[in-house]
């Protein structure tokens, strides 16, 4: 069975940085692509980053580019995402979530994590 | 980067079927088959619905069907029943190499 199993999120101060991990298990990780994908309070998902298997290709949002970045350890079977210069629009639930392929080229997850929830205020 | 259009809400009556739009643009929904649907129940994570406009997962009920024609992507539920009561989204591929998503769509079982 798969699981994705999110943590580090928390309440952080406006321009301050916060590092989110996703431990997977019950699949070969190095096998797929990875995303992030948050959700604010009340409203809908937003694709955030991927990061194919061999972490060659990434993607950001265009709302988070330059001061987020993805990463993944295979070794580990971990996925992380690292972010910077945090506003409070960044503020969301964020889930982390497996890719139908290796590559980015795709456009579905078959297999999320509960979340962390990441809260960007003074 | 912007956001597919989806309507805010449908509704339907038991036993009834539904439509759910979503409208994209040439460099997403109308330029790929990587069209995919999700569906969510409150405090619940996403659940795949459809993926490459209609294909359906296993454990999915044959009651969920997806299309295309253009720029935009349809989800239908026939035999509307009580446990389909929830947020809808699409998604999409992109020519960025990015996911875009729907704004979501509330259905509500009547």
């Known amino acids: 069975e798969v699981q994705l199993v999110e943590s580090g999120g928390g309440l952080v101060q406006p321009g301050r940085s916060l590092r989110l991990s996703c431990a997977a298990s019950?699949?070969?990780?190095?096998?797929?692509?990875m995303h992030w994908v948050r959700q604010a309070p009340g409203k809908g998902l937003e694709w955030v980053s991927g990061v194919s298997w061999n972490s060659v290709d990434v993607g950001y949002a265009d709302s988070v580019k330059g001061r987020f970045t993805v990463s993944r350890d295979n070794a580990k079977n971990s996925l992380y995402l690292q972010m910077s210069s945090l506003r409070a629009d960044d503020t969301a639930l964020y889930y982390c979530?497996?890719?139908?392929?290796?590559?980015?080229?795709?456009?579905?997850?078959?297999?999320w994590g509960q979340g962390t929830l990441v809260t960007v205020s003074s | 980067q912007s956001a597919l259009t989806q309507p805010a809400s449908v509704s339907g009556s038991p036993g009834q079927s539904i439509t759910i739009s979503c409208t994209g643009t040439s460099s997403d929904v109308g330029g790929y088959n990587f069209v995919s649907w999700y569906q969510q129940h409150p405090g619940k994570a996403p659940k795949l619905m459809i993926y490459d406009v209609s294909n359906r997962p296993s454990r999915v009920s044959n009651r969920f069907s997806g299309s295309k024609s253009a720029n935009t992507a349809s989800l239908t539920i026939s035999g509307l029943q009580a446990e389909d009561d929830a947020d809808y989204y699409c998604?999409?591929?992109?020519?960025?190499?990015?996911?875009?998503f729907g704004g979501g769509t509330k259905l509500t079982v009547l």
């Open positions: 979530a497996k890719g139908s392929n290796a590559g980015l080229a795709a456009a579905y997850s078959d297999s």
């Open positions: 019950g699949f070969i990780f190095d096998d797929y692509a």
């Open positions: 998604s999409s591929y992109t020519s960025g190499g990015s996911w875009v």
